[in-house]
């Protein structure tokens, strides 16, 4: 029996929302009935097949929805993803989850309390090199872990105004290394420490950062992540992780952003102690496809777990206000275990 397609709804039609959309008419059993955006002339314009509203309460009230995917500046999550909740909607929301934690708490209070399905898109969790190599860890062939290295570097946002107003999108320390604390996270658990130090580019405090994390089993890990890169960097980002038997690296280079992966260039390899280097077979699968796809996995078997629990999210929000006190303090942060 072929089942109905899950109702889905796009809040935000930017640059995420528009990179979303395509996803979703790839992923099998899901149908975007409508969309939601303020600029409404653009974007009923370009995606003339599908409802359109410029009212998110409309959106959500309106379409008979299952599910909606939150994609709108990040200062708005925290209204919307409740309001979504209350009406009952099954909820897929950008990362960061919010500005800081007291709002994720209040978004996850709202989501439980409601019932429904809520995950953050923490797209490295997706992502099938990150995840090769997060297995690689898991599976001993690295041996014991010594050091964990990551980096995303971009040249600043110019798609949207918003993204240039710390208080509204939390700089690069949320937009960009929220991405690699959430990956640390799920590999290696809460830090004991925490230190970030910050390089301040006129009136943004945030705009490039690198934050070192010592863990209890004195394995050490570093982000760098900036928005101070020259307009001819292409975006990049990277992983690196070092063992006693071996190490694996994956690099990614794209001249248009993550909506360029698909003529990016990219590398994956495991370095042996003993041997030779040898490439990291992945799943060709596109991210964003696999990301949602498991979320309407989870939407039609309430039983399924969640890759990526929202309880989870919370807590590296919790590491993220860590990270922006360390910054503004220039001191370490300890944190209980």
Known sequence: MTQRKIRLGIAGMGYVGRIHYEAAKKTPGVEVVAIASRQASRVKKRFPEVAFTSSYQRLFHSYQLDAVLICVPTFLHEDLVVEAAQCGLHVLCEKPMALNAASAARMLRATESSGVVFMVAQLLRFWPQYTAIKKLLTEGKLGRLHSTATYRLAKPPMWSTWFRDP???????????????????????????????????????????????????????????????????????????????????????????????????????????????????????????????????????????????????????????????????????????
Request: net charge negative; aromatic share 8%; glycine share 6%.
């Open 167 to 337: 208080e509204k999108s939390g700089g690069c320390l949320l937009d960009l290394q929220i991405h690699d604390m959430d990956f640390i996270y799920w590999m290696l658990g809460r830090p004991k420490i925490l230190q970030t130090f910050a390089v301040k580019s006129g009136s943004a405090p945030k705009d490039h950062v690198n934050t070192v994390l010592t863990f209890a089993d004195d394995q050490i890990a570093t982000i760098e992540a900036s928005y101070l890169m020259p307009d001819s960097w292409p975006f990049s980002c990277g992983l690196r992780l070092t063992g006693s038997q071996a190490a694996a690296e994956y690099r990614f280079v794209s001249a248009d952003d993550i909506a360029g992966r698909a003529e990016s260039i990219e590398s994956a390899h495991l370095y042996a102690e003993h041997g030779d280097a040898s490439e990291i077979q992945t799943s060709p699968q596109d991210m964003f496809v696999a990301q949602l796809q498991h979320f309407v996995d989870c939407v039609r078997d309430r039983r399924k777990k969640l890759i990526c629990p929202p309880q989870q999210s919370y807590e590296v929000m919790k590491l993220m206000d860590a990270s922006s006190v360390s910054a503004a303090s220039g001191t370490p942060i300890f944190l209980e275990l």
